[in-house]
T-cell receptor, first 114, second 115 residues
Framework: KQEVTQIPAALSVPEGENLVLNCSFTDSAIYNLQWFRQDPGKGLTSLLL?????REQTSGRLNASLDKSSGRSTLYIAASQPGDSATYLC?????????????FGQGTILTVHP | DADVTQTPRNRITKTGKRIMLECSQT?????MYWYRQDPGLGLRLIYY???????NKGEISDGYSVSRQAQAKFSLSLESAIPNQTALYFCATSEPGRASTDTQYFGPGTRLTVL
């Protein structure tokens, strides 16, 4: 059974700092690793999807990396802004008979203060 | 308009009541999912449907049932609600295709409180 863990559970940083969120998973047989953002009262928004054959993906100030062999992914946020404050969730996508199913981590609550 | 909508957005009910949460999507996706989120636990899959005739249990399906009325509609029912079903419920959709590029699109969530 896939288990996904995120560290830290919460993070508070001043505006402008670069930061790293960590995600680990126990079963390396994944099809992709996804990072989502969750704002209060809203659903999840997909940020980045890294295919199992890829090592990283970038979108603007966000960069996500994937190391299947070690069961780890990181989300790097450059030059953080107060608008980045949200909960960040990673999820591992299964294959085979569990095709398309996502297993989520518990999330990292990020606060960026001015 | 939102691509994935959920009704109601908030619901307070009493133990033993039957509750239905509804999800509609305009994305034309075949796959739909129901999750629940509890504080500190992330999202857990309740049921998922890969098309109108295909419905599967997720990791926490006990106490829940679903109905896929059409490609665009997927409902979650709690036949007899209990307090530990108090949670935030999300519906999601995805399009068929290669698993390596398959992402999910989420509705805004329904906050359910069972007293």
């Amino acid at each position: 059974k896939q288990e996904v863990t995120q560290i830290p559970a919460a993070l508070s940083v001043p505006e402008g700092e670069n930061l790293v969120l960590n995600c680990s998973f126990t079963d390396s047989a994944i099809y992709n690793l996804q990072w989502f953002r969750q704002d209060p009262g809203k659903g999840l928004t997909s940020l980045l999807l890294i295919q199992s054959s890829q090592r990283e993906q970038t979108s603007g100030r966000l960069n996500a990396s994937l190391d299947k062999s070690s069961g780890r992914s990181t989300l790097y946020i450059a030059a953080s802004q107060p608008g980045d404050s949200a909960t960040y969730l990673c999820a591992a996508s299964a294959g085979g008979t569990s095709y398309g199913k996502l297993t989520f981590g518990q999330g990292t609550i990020l606060t960026v203060h001015p | 308009d939102a691509d994935v909508t959920q009704t109601p957005r908030n619901r307070i009910t009493k133990t033993g009541k039957r509750i239905m949460l509804e999800c509609s999507q305009t994305k034309g996706h075949d796959r739909m999912y129901w999750y629940r989120q509890d504080p500190g636990l992330g999202l857990r899959l309740i049921y998922y449907s890969f098309d109108v005739k295909d419905i599967n249990k997720g990791e926490i399906s006990d106490g829940y049932s679903v109905s896929r009325q059409a490609q665009a509609k997927f409902s979650l029912s709690l036949e007899s609600a209990i307090p530990n079903q108090t949670a935030l419920y999300f519906c999601a959709t995805s399009e068929p295709g290669r698993a390596s590029t398959d992402t999910q699109y989420f509705g805004p969530g329904t906050r359910l409180t069972v007293l």
